[in-house]
């Protein structure tokens, strides 16, 4: 099972937030048995805690060499996270 980790600041809003948003495109998706989510603070994130990183564009410096990181302009447009978490799973 492969690990998508939603990060922001403090590890408690807008990575839940958009964690949860995850969750439904998994299921939508059918790949809610495949991926697991969770959701972290960018201070206490590593490399190696995920295999997906989804971070808001103002942690784009801070998180840039992490794996598979998805970048969302605003972490409050569902068709935007659709679009790059598709590709980024799909590896486009």
């Known amino acids: 099972m492969k690990?998508?980790?939603t990060v922001c600041g403090t590890g408690l809003g807008s990575s839940f937030v958009v964690?949860?948003?995850i969750r439904g495109l998994l299921?939508?998706?059918g790949l809610s048995d495949q991926y697991q989510t969770i959701h972290g603070a960018v201070y206490e994130v590593n490399e190696n805690d995920a295999?997906?990183?989804?971070?808001a564009k103002d942690l784009e410096?801070?998180?840039r060499g992490f794996p598979n990181?998805?970048?969302l302009?605003?972490?409050?447009?569902?068709?935007?996270?659709?679009?790059?978490?598709y590709k980024a799973l799909n590896g486009e």
């Open 69 to 71: 990181l998805v970048i």
């Open 19 to 21: 964690e949860m948003n």
């Open 51 to 55: 295999d997906y990183f989804v971070v």
């Open 73 to 85: 302009n605003s972490i409050i447009d569902e068709e935007e996270l659709e679009e790059k978490l």
């Open 61 to 63: 410096d801070i998180m």
């Open 27 to 29: 299921g939508k998706w």
């Open 3 to 5: 690990t998508i980790m």
